[in-house]
């Protein structure tokens, strides 16, 4: 069945770094799907990136669809406290309506 | 309603037993699904509604695992002869139409905890 892998798993940055995290699927996607999730809440969907090498911001948060529409990452310039959070892609293939999570990237940003 | 409502927030149950955990959709969406996030992990999906067609039960762990959703809104999720490895959030999610490009809403899950 579909996997999608994230990394890293967890990442530390000082507040003012860059944070990136990378999202792999096993099998070609129609779409993929970003959200965030703080600290003992739940998932709250970010954005979606539909088209082969797709590059959407959100202020200070850049996504990325691969050509291969395989990929993604999403890239958080200058983080803030308020970035704390644990990242999830997700993505669907072939004819599966439900969405597939990658495992999550937590972030915890250093004041 | 405003948002994904889910019941009870939090359950403790003696393993062996029934529980029955309940999602209340946003007021339209005919999608409905159902994940559950072990402590740390990522979102294992269980199962997925659309409107009147049939269930994609695919994600069920076993068939002490059921749920179903009646009038096309409220949805119960239901685990026979509960067993220590069920703990975890279980998240309830909705989204709008048969177009399954829109984000999911999430509720605030049921934690559920099997001693």
């Known amino acids: 069945g579909q996997q999608v892998m994230q990394i890293p798993q967890y990442q530390h940055v000082q507040e003012g770094e860059d944070f990136t995290t990378y999202c792999n699927s096993s099998t070609t996607l129609s779409n993929i799907q970003w959200y965030k999730q703080r600290p003992g809440g739940h998932p709250v969907f970010l954005i979606q990136l539909v088209k082969s090498g797709e590059v959407k911001k959100q202020k200070r948060l850049t996504f990325q669809f691969g050509e291969a529409k395989k990929n993604s990452s999403l890239h958080i310039t200058a983080t803030q406290t308020t970035d704390v959070g644990t990242y999830f892609c997700a993505g669907r293939s072939g004819s599966a309506r439900q969405l597939t999570f990658g495992s999550g990237t937590q972030l915890t940003v250093l004041p | 309603g405003a948002g994904v409502s889910q019941s009870p927030s939090n359950k403790v149950t003696e393993k062996g037993k029934d529980v029955e955990l309940r999602c209340d959709p946003i007021s339209g969406h005919t999608a409905l699904y159902w994940y559950r996030q072990s402590l740390g992990q990522g979102l294992e999906f269980l199962i997925y509604?659309?409107?009147?067609?049939?269930?994609?039960k695919s994600g069920l762990p076993s068939d002490r695992f059921s749920a179903e959703r009646t009038g096309g809104s409220v949805s119960t999720l239901t685990i026979q002869r509960t067993q220590q490895e069920d703990s975890a959030v279980y998240l309830c999610a909705s989204s709008s139409g048969a177009n399954p490009n829109y984000g999911y809403t999430f509720g605030s899950g049921t934690r559920l905890t099997v001693v």
């Open positions: 509604f659309q409107g009147n067609s049939a269930p994609d």
